[in-house]
């Protein structure tokens, strides 16, 4: 082979992968995002500190996440299902990434978790060395939690539902995702009917602190989550998943999943455990619970 055929040959590959990764275009979006979630946490803190262009600030911030998000996300998923950038090595990548990211998550409620138990377990002198504090009237927990919670682990159900669906190549039955989204809507409605009838606020004690930063938290998650699961039912509608193929179902899923999760540990710690007033009688039910096992 003479050199002029070798150019020829390296002209005409030029544009050749030799690698199963996908080595992303230029992009604007995540430096859009980053100033957007900037403006966001600095509008907040001035505006909790009663400066005027603090709101301002704030809605700013967050319509350039929400906008830059929406446009990066766009890109994910054109190149993912219409140009076929994403190989079976980037989706192995893009799982263990998404592991990392629900662990960071674990270990943001974690700390949350770890604030309640701090005060709870063995509570200050300054709320009278009481768990609740004297002056809080909880919850209920076999309401409106009980009901909440019920509500979304069916909504984990109705998911899964949905998963063998996609397995069974049925692309028009859409009453799971459709369920889904409703018992999602449902559970945050009830989560603002329990705010608006709670008896204290987020000012009231180390307890109502935890109380409304965790649950407010894990709403701000079903909310994300809804979304997802929203954005994955119009993709599924459009058929961009096959049976093979379902990478964004999947990672929708383990996310909605995690947020189950984290709502039993909710539910059990920070609404059945102080519903349980009396220390003796919350030993004295697992002391019975270890004779039946036993």
Known sequence: MNINNYQNININNRYTKYHTFHLVNPS?????????????????????HYYEIG???????????????????????????????HTKKVQKNIRIGFVLFIISEIMFFFAFFWAYF???????????????????????????????????LTSGVTLTWAHHIILKKNYKNEI????TILLAILFTFLQLYEYKHAT?????????????MTTGFHGFHVLVGTIFIYVTFYRYISQHFSKNRHLG????AWYWHFVD??????????????????????????????????
């Open 176 to 179: 799971a995702f459709s369920l």
């Open 200 to 212: 204290f606020s987020i000012n009231d004690s180390v307890f109502g602190s935890c109380f409304y």
């Open 249 to 252: 179902f999947e990672i929708c």
């Open 261 to 294: 999760v984290v709502w039993l540990f909710l539910f059990i710690c920070l609404y059945w455990w102080p519903y349980i007033k009396d220390s003796y009688n919350f030993f004295k039910i697992i002391k019975l619970a270890n004779i039946i096992i036993i």
């Open 55 to 85: 709101s301002t600030l704030f809605f700013l911030g967050f319509f350039l996440t929400l906008s830059s998000s929406i446009c990066w996300f766009r890109d994910i998923v054109r190149e993912a299902t219409f140009e076929g950038f």
């Open 28 to 48: 604007p979006w995540p430096l859009t995002t980053s100033i957007g979630l900037l403006y966001t946490t600095f509008g907040a803190v001035l505006y909790f």
């Open 118 to 152: 701090h005060s709870s377990i063995s509570p200050s002198i300054e709320i009278a060395c009481i768990w609740p504090p004297e002056s809080i009237i909880i919850f209920n927990p076999w309401g409106v939690p009980f009901l909440n919670t019920a509500i979304l």
